[in-house]
């Protein structure tokens, strides 16, 4: 079963803007987990938010998370064409060791 | 450290066939997770394994499936016998430590059954 679900499904803009991503899951958790997937290749994570953290920053990464409300954001400022991947949250579903995934956000950058 | 190992890349395989995926994880990992990924049905967990023990197997679809871990560096995912639904791509894992740490990705079995 799905924990997390992306908002949206599917992203496109032009080189240059930012982009967020929305991620919304359903039991409490001990982290929260960014993962990028290029095209036909494994999933490489990005960053990890813990529960007791609100905002976390990394190079053009900025990731948010709201616990009472269940929800994470991932902004990507300034995009570039090599941004355009799928782009996944990930959770410990119940605070066990599980790594439960949402069906991604497919982000496309315009030239 | 080369990461983590799938093999093979793709399989293609008959109906009723057996299949047998393999995952080398990275060294010194002691947690290990299959995945599979469809579009319909994103990324699903099947299992995961804590020090070579399976700890968890709810997200294997059929008695069909079936994986093992027989030591830290090895892991198969085995289906018996293959049915085109099946067709998908596998993903292998490892974490050290547990839950609240980065996963590392294998690059996957594309697994097609005809």
């Known amino acids: 079963s799905q924990q997390g679900e992306e908002d949206p499904q599917a992203l496109s803009i032009q080189e240059g803007e930012n982009a967020t991503m929305n991620c919304s899951y359903k039991t409490s958790i001990n982290n929260l987990q960014w993962y990028r997937q290029n095209s036909g290749r494994g999933l490489v994570h990005l960053i990890l938010?813990?529960?007791?953290?609100r905002e976390k920053h990394s190079g053009r990464l900025r990731v948010t998370l709201d616990t009472s409300k269940k929800s994470s954001s991932l902004l990507i400022t300034a995009s570039r064409a090599a941004d355009t991947a799928s782009y996944f949250c990930?959770?410990?579903?119940?605070?066990?060791?599980?790594?439960?995934f949402g069906k991604g956000t497919r982000l496309h950058i315009l030239p | 450290d080369a990461g983590v190992i799938q093999s093979p890349r793709h399989e293609v395989t008959e109906m009723g066939q057996e299949v047998t995926l393999r995952c080398k994880p990275i060294?010194?990992?002691?947690?290990l997770f299959w995945y599979r990924q469809t579009m319909m049905r994103g990324l699903e967990l099947l299992i995961y394994f804590n020090n070579n023990v399976p700890i968890d197997d709810s997200g294997m679809p059929e008695d069909r499936f079936s994986a093992k871990m027989p030591n830290a560096s090895f892991s198969t995912l085995k289906i018996q016998p293959s049915e085109p639904r099946d067709s998908a791509v596998y993903f292998c894992a490892s974490i050290v430590g547990f839950s609240n740490t980065e996963a590392f990705f294998g690059q996957g079995t594309r697994l097609t059954v005809v």
């Open positions: 990930a959770t410990d579903a119940n605070r066990d060791d599980k790594i439960i």
């Open positions: 938010i813990r529960s007791n953290e």
């Open positions: 060294s010194g990992h002691n947690s």
